[in-house]
């Protein structure tokens, strides 16, 4: 016993050491782990707290670029609601017991948006308090910018689409077959849709949008056009280069999406499942 | 608590806030920060409790982490450097270690190169293969260590040449 004493206080520093280094370690593999409850996340009080007071001293810098696309949004809306109208006047009106609209947009500001590692995150200046919740899609104008995976009070943590654990389905505008987004960690404006049919009748250009089979993500939001494809080993699928729509680098404001249907949608699943 | 405990709590808050606000987010040439964070490692004093010294560098570590939801990889690399800087130290600066007399402010150019050198390597070379944390991308995490090695160890020179305390 006075032996395994003596060696603990002997080599105490070593333990200690390896303590530290397992425990590290253990954060590390969670952190590679999706979906997984973590401690360790930027959406606590005070580096959420140290984002916001850098925010404070920053937004202005790019104000004038985002007034920029804030005009060109404007421009989208105004012409499609221009179009509405004539449809709408032609049609009939709805009736008012049925305006709940499937989904809900809440605007949020990005603290701080990674691009040069290989698991990618993006924290928002939105939390629970403003009724986000993990699993809501992230999109701006242009399109998709990942998933929220863990929410604290005042701040989220977004999972974005150039992270190795991210996975969203993803269609061809023209034609329904759809793959999987992943990113392989190259460049941070191109992500590549795998396991796309080889029946697929691809062309250089064509678009790429979010197809509605998860309750994420509304049916057509962009994501990107075809760069360069080919054919997987197994030449059954296709491997796309998608050219994203979104510059990745340069996010400033950002919309999640809250699906009002989803509870839904998951009760009838599991009705099935059930079955 | 005396003035040099001050200085080392004031460096250890300032280099922070510095890493989260300002150096993770310079992204040269899309990927290359500089991780001047350990210079606290680098500067703590030769005979500090070496079990304080490894606590406070894993705290170190996991607040970097923390503000870039890494999980632990900053931590991991922070308290292996801390673990093994006798042993750098010895290797680097010989003898006079020995007698605990080096101050990195006053030993010659060429011995800190070394130490320097040999620290910022080891933690990012740890770095980014837990970030990277898989060998098929073995290339990658060579390459990332590299650059950002040379990145990380000028602007360390030269923030240790500017900041040089006078009365040392």
């Known amino acids: ?275 | 608590m005396n003035n040099s405990t001050t200085l080392h709590i004031a460096r250890f808050l300032l280099l922070v806030v510095v890493q989260i606000t300002v150096l993770n987010q310079i992204n040269f040439l899309g990927f290359l920060n500089p991780y001047l964070y350990i210079i606290f490692i680098l500067l703590a004093p030769i005979n500090i409790n070496r079990s304080l010294f490894l606590v406070v560098s894993f705290l170190l570590g996991l607040i970097i982490d923390m503000s870039g939801d890494s999980g632990g990889i900053h931590a991991a690399a922070c308290v292996t450097i801390a673990y093994i800087r006798p042993v750098i130290l010895r290797s680097s600066f010989g003898l006079s270690y020995e007698f605990q007399t080096v101050k990195l402010g006053n030993v010659s150019f060429g011995e800190r190169l070394v130490y320097v050198t040999l620290m910022v390597l080891i933690h990012h070379l740890i770095l980014f293969s837990l970030e990277i944390f898989n060998f098929s991308h073995i290339l990658l995490i060579a390459k990332k260590t590299l650059f950002s090695s040379v990145f990380t160890l000028v602007v360390t020179m030269l923030v240790l040449v500017l900041f040089r305390r006078r009365d040392s």
């Not at chain 1, 850098?54 to 804030?70: A, C, I, M």
């Not at chain 1, 691809?202 to 979010?210: E, F, P, R, S, V």
């Open chain 1, 1 to 275: 016993m006075q032996q395994i004493i003596n060696f603990l206080i002997r080599n105490k520093n070593s333990l200690l050491y390896l303590l530290l280094l397992f425990l590290s370690l253990f954060f590390t593999v969670q952190s590679h782990t999706y979906h997984k409850s973590k401690f360790i996340t930027s959406t606590n009080f005070f580096i959420g707290g140290l984002y916001n007071w850098q925010q404070g001293v920053t937004q202005y810098f790019d104000l004038k670029s985002e007034n920029e696309k804030l005009l060109e949004e404007n421009k989208k809306l105004r012409n499609r609601i221009s179009s509405l109208q004539v449809q709408d006047s032609l049609t009939s009106y709805i009736d008012s017991t049925s305006f709940a609209t499937p989904y809900l947009y809440i605007k949020a500001n990005v603290y701080r948006n990674d691009y040069s590692k290989l698991d990618n995150y993006i924290l928002l200046n939105k939390g629970s308090k403003d009724s986000i919740q993990p699993d809501m899609g992230v999109i701006t104008d242009k399109g998709i910018v990942g998933i929220v995976e863990s929410v604290s009070n005042n701040y989220s943590s977004v999972i974005s689409i150039l992270n190795s654990n991210s996975s969203i389905n993803a269609g061809l505008k023209k034609s329904n077959q759809y793959g999987s987004l992943v990113w392989n960690g190259k460049n941070p404006n191109v992500v590549q849709l795998e396991t796309v049919p080889r029946q697929a009748l691809l062309k250089i250009g064509d678009t790429i949008i979010t197809n509605g089979r998860s309750t994420i993500f509304p049916k057509g939001i962009g994501i990107g056009t075809i760069l360069d494809y080919k054919l997987d080993r197994s030449q059954n699928y296709y491997t796309i280069d998608v050219k994203l729509f979104n510059d990745m680098t340069d996010l400033g404001y950002v919309y999640t999406i809250q699906s009002n249907r989803k509870e839904e949608i998951q009760e009838l699943v599991k009705t099935q499942n059930e079955q």
